[in-house]
């Protein structure tokens, strides 16, 4: 085999890219280098692992190096790219047991993923503090929740486990109070997770509501859902340091302390760039790596995806920074079929999510704050309804919200929310295909969607926001 697919980072969008390539090109070879022992795994399945929804760590892998290996994909692990010499077209690479080594490659994947942004709070080295970005900290976190006596190490399953890590936090006296600091996804899933384990879990908010891209509709109900369910959330409330002498004993904010014994730190991500310091790659948002519609980077032969990348936006058409896990797998599949032979897009993104806290369901899509439609050069138009999810007489139907925020000037949807108790996160897949295909309001409201008492009534919750956000266009 010749001309070497150098992979950096062995997650979702580079083993999709490798295992799309090895299919395309038999022929050519293809490493990947993966600095830790994890790989593709579901980052988004810890909170679930750490409820005990998920049982066994196992659970949340794709794929196993056995498996990789089956596909004729040189997995290395242990394996750190530190530098990419784009005119030379070769890494340096470092490994675990102290060896440095040069890998050339005719192209170049760098999906290296982001990391956890800690602000102004540096959990190292304090017990019971901790960040969740990997499967290492979903371990620790499980082990340190569970009484010392009654822990299962077989919950952590899997040989890659920071073994020593678990075994310590396994140890400690199980906690009381936790405190989460930061109200996004992460935030709003902990929280969540704690609360199944017993724990009196207070959720500390920099904003005014939660989940802040999801809407101020969004951010209310998912407030009082969580209320409800005995969490305390404080809004308005930035934590300005954590507290502790080897471990964790309080949170400050707003000029008080907060006594907790645990805290779960969780105020956003940043993308991992650093091996490409010096090579003059153009960032772009986020300081993420810049791409084009096919995943290339601003170097030759060197491509970008995954967390690290940006893509381009649905709705503004510019290069934008959204860490989500559909857009990674999507792109390092495309990549893989572009650097076999086949150019193929990575495709648009709009930002679609969906997130529960409890029974309660939300979804997003798109430019949902008005402020972010205008900094993007939109005259944005928004309403809210409330709707029922089924026919009224049906049992089980329950109010959900509907945010829909449209360009004045050209009646086009760019942004929608979505939150209820009743397969209200679904519908948001709704709104993203009309986005994706540029549907004005009044075209939404026409859409033949389906209706039968148990799911929907005859006018969906969708297309009564549709109805009176198009009257409001219509007015103006």
Same mark, same amino acid.
């Given at each position: 085999?010749?001309?070497?697919?150098?992979?950096?980072?062995?997650?979702?969008?580079?083993?999709?890219?490798?295992?799309?390539?090895?299919?395309?090109?038999?022929?050519?070879?293809?490493?990947?280098?993966?600095?830790? %022992?994890?790989?593709?795994?579901?980052?988004?399945?810890?909170?679930?692992?750490?409820?005990?929804?998920?049982?066994?760590?196992?659970?949340?892998?794709?794929?196993?190096?056995?498996?990789?290996?089956?596909?004729?994909?040189?997995?290395?692990?242990?394996?750190?790219?530190?530098?990419?010499?784009p005119d030379a077209k070769r890494v340096t690479v470092e490994t675990t047991d102290g060896d440095t080594l040069e890998q050339p490659y005719s192209?170049?994947?760098?999906?290296?993923?982001?990391?956890?942004?800690?602000?102004?709070?540096?959990?190292?080295?304090?017990?019971?503090?901790?960040?969740?970005?990997?499967?290492?900290?979903?371990?620790?976190?499980?082990?340190?929740?569970?009484?010392?006596?009654?822990?299962?190490?077989?919950?952590?399953?899997?040989?890659?486990?920071?073994?020593?890590?678990?075994?310590?936090?396994?140890?400690?006296?199980?906690?009381?109070?936790?405190?989460?600091?930061?109200?996004?996804?992460?935030?709003?899933?902990?929280?969540?997770?704690?609360?199944?384990?017993?724990?009196?879990?207070?959720?500390? %908010?920099?904003?005014?509501?939660?989940?802040?891209?999801?809407?101020?509709?969004?951010?209310?109900?998912?407030?009082?859902?969580?209320?409800?369910?005995?969490?305390?959330?404080?809004?308005?409330?930035?934590?300005?340091?954590?507290?502790?002498?080897?471990?964790?004993?309080?949170?400050?904010?707003?000029?008080?302390?907060?006594?907790?014994?645990?805290?779960?730190?969780?105020?956003?991500?940043?993308?991992?760039?650093?091996?490409?310091?010096?090579?003059?790659?153009?960032?772009?948002?986020?300081?993420?790596?810049?791409?084009?519609?096919?995943?290339?980077?601003?170097?030759?032969?060197?491509?970008?995806?995954?967390?690290?990348?940006?893509?381009?936006?649905?709705?503004?058409?510019?290069?934008?920074?959204?860490?989500?896990?559909?857009?990674?797998?999507?792109?390092?599949?495309?990549?893989?079929?572009?650097?076999?032979?086949?150019?193929?897009?990575?495709?648009?993104?709009?930002?679609?999510?969906?997130?529960?806290?409890f029974e309660m369901e939300a979804g997003r899509v798109g430019l949902v704050e008005v402020e972010s439609a205008r900094e993007a050069g939109f005259?944005?138009?928004?309403?809210?309804?409330?709707?029922?999810?089924?026919?009224?007489y049906y049992p089980g139907a329950e109010p959900t919200d509907v945010t829909l925020v449209a360009d004045r000037d050209t009646g086009r949807l760019?942004?929608?929310?979505?939150?209820?108790?009743?397969?209200?996160?679904?519908?948001?897949?709704?709104?993203?295909?009309?986005?994706?295909?540029?549907?004005?309001?009044?075209?939404?409201?026409?859409?033949?969607?389906?209706?039968?008492?148990?799911?929907?009534?005859?006018?969906?919750?969708?297309?009564?926001?549709?109805?009176?956000?198009?009257?409001?266009?219509?007015?103006?």
């Open positions: 085999m010749s001309d070497p697919f150098v992979v950096v980072g062995a997650d979702a969008a580079g083993l999709s890219a490798a295992s799309k390539f090895r299919r395309e090109a038999p022929d050519r070879e293809v490493v990947v280098f993966e600095r830790g %022992q994890w790989i593709s795994y579901a980052f988004c399945g810890m909170p679930y692992f750490i409820e005990g929804r998920v049982e066994r760590m196992s659970d949340l892998l794709s794929l196993s190096p056995s498996e990789v290996d089956e596909r004729g994909i040189d997995l290395r692990r242990g394996h750190e790219v530190v530098a990419v010499d192209d170049l994947l760098v999906a290296t993923g982001g990391r956890a942004s800690t602000g102004l709070f540096d959990v190292r080295g304090v017990d019971g503090a901790f960040t969740l970005h990997d499967m290492d900290a979903a371990a620790a976190i499980d082990a340190y929740i569970a009484d010392p006596n009654a822990y299962d190490p077989d919950r952590a399953d899997v040989s890659a486990v920071d073994r020593e890590r678990v075994e310590r936090n396994a140890a400690m006296p199980a906690p009381e109070t936790a405190a989460v600091v930061g109200g996004g996804y992460v935030g709003v899933e902990t929280a969540e997770a704690l609360t199944a384990r017993g724990l009196d879990v207070h959720v500390f %908010q920099r904003s005014e509501h939660l989940l802040r891209p999801f809407g101020e509709a969004v951010g209310e109900r998912v407030e009082t859902a969580l209320t409800e369910a005995g969490v305390t959330v404080h809004t308005g409330s930035p934590v300005e340091a954590l507290d502790g002498d080897g471990r964790i004993e309080a949170v400050r904010f707003d000029g008080e302390r907060f006594p907790v014994d645990m805290a779960v730190v969780g105020v956003g991500i940043e993308p991992n760039t650093t091996l490409l310091g010096g090579t003059g790659v153009e960032l772009g948002e986020g300081g993420a790596i810049r791409t084009d519609e096919y995943g290339r980077t601003s170097l030759s032969n060197v491509y970008a995806a995954g967390d690290c990348a940006t893509a381009r936006h649905a709705v503004t058409g510019e290069p934008a920074w959204m860490p989500l896990g559909l857009t990674a797998n999507r792109a390092g599949r495309a990549i893989g079929a572009t650097v076999a032979g086949d150019p193929s897009l990575v495709g648009d993104i709009a930002g679609t999510a969906v997130v529960k806290a005259d944005p138009v928004s309403e809210t309804v409330t709707a029922g999810s089924r026919s009224g760019i942004g929608g929310s979505i939150v209820g108790p009743d397969h209200a996160a679904i519908r948001i897949n709704t709104l993203a295909t009309a986005l994706e295909a540029d549907m004005t309001v009044s075209e939404v409201e026409r859409l033949d969607l389906a209706y039968a008492p148990p799911f929907s009534p005859v006018w969906d919750p969708v297309l009564v926001a549709a109805k009176v956000l198009n009257g409001t266009l219509e007015e103006a």
